[in-house]
C-alpha cells in the first residue's frame, strides 16, 4: 500500500511574522536565487514564479525556503524539553539534505481533503513534499510554514504516524506515539520550540505564539503526553 503521511491544520498560527514581504515588497533576488538552487519550486497550476507577486503560491514557498534559510538560533545554552537535537542548529541544512523539490497541488487531490495542508509519498517520490491549498491561506505565519516543511522532511527518514488515541485528531493517522521516538512531530515540537525561545528576528507576538502551538502540537500529536 502507498504511504502517505499528511499534517494537519490547527487554528493557531495567524499572527504574521515581522519582516514578512508586504504588498510592494518583493523578495531579494540573490536570496531566490540561493535557495532555487538547491530546491526545485513548482505548482500544478504552472503559476510562473514572480519574487514580487506576494500570495501566489510559489512566491509563498520561496518566502518560506528563504525564511528556513536565513533562520539563526540565538546562542542559549538552556535546552527545552522538546528539543530532541533532531534538527541541531541548522534547520536549512536539515531540510535541503533532504527536499529537492516543494509541489503545490491543486484542491483536487485526494490527499488535500478535509485540514490536509502538507504530504509526502516516499515510495513515490523520496525528495518531494506536497504543499495542499490550505497551506497557503494567508493568515499562516511564515514560522508555521516552516514547521510544516521541516516535519514533512522527517518523513523521508522513515518515519509515519499512528492513530490518535484522543483529542482533537482521535482516531485520525495524526500522532506520534512519544516525543522520544524522534519522528516527525517530534521535528515539529523542537522546531516551534526553538524558533519561540531561540529565533533571531522573530517579534515577540510570533514567539508567544510559537511556543502555544508547540505546547498545542505536544498535548494533541502524541499519544503519551511530553
Ligand atoms: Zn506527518
Redesign the pocket.
Known sequence: MKRV???FLFSLGFVRVAGAAGAANCLEAAAVKSVLSSIKVESADSDRFDRCREGSASHRIVQTLIFLKNLRLEKTPARSSFDQGILKEDFWGYFSKRVKRVFAVDRMVTECRGSTL???SPDFDSTTVYLCPGFFDSWLSVATRAEFLL??A??FEGY??VVCRRGLFQNQK?CDRRLQDRG??AVSVEALSKMAERGSGLSAPSRSLLKATALVRARTNFNETP
Open positions: 503521511f499528511l499534517i502538507a504530504y509526502v516535519h514533512e522527517r518523513h509515519g504516524h495524526s516527525s512531530y
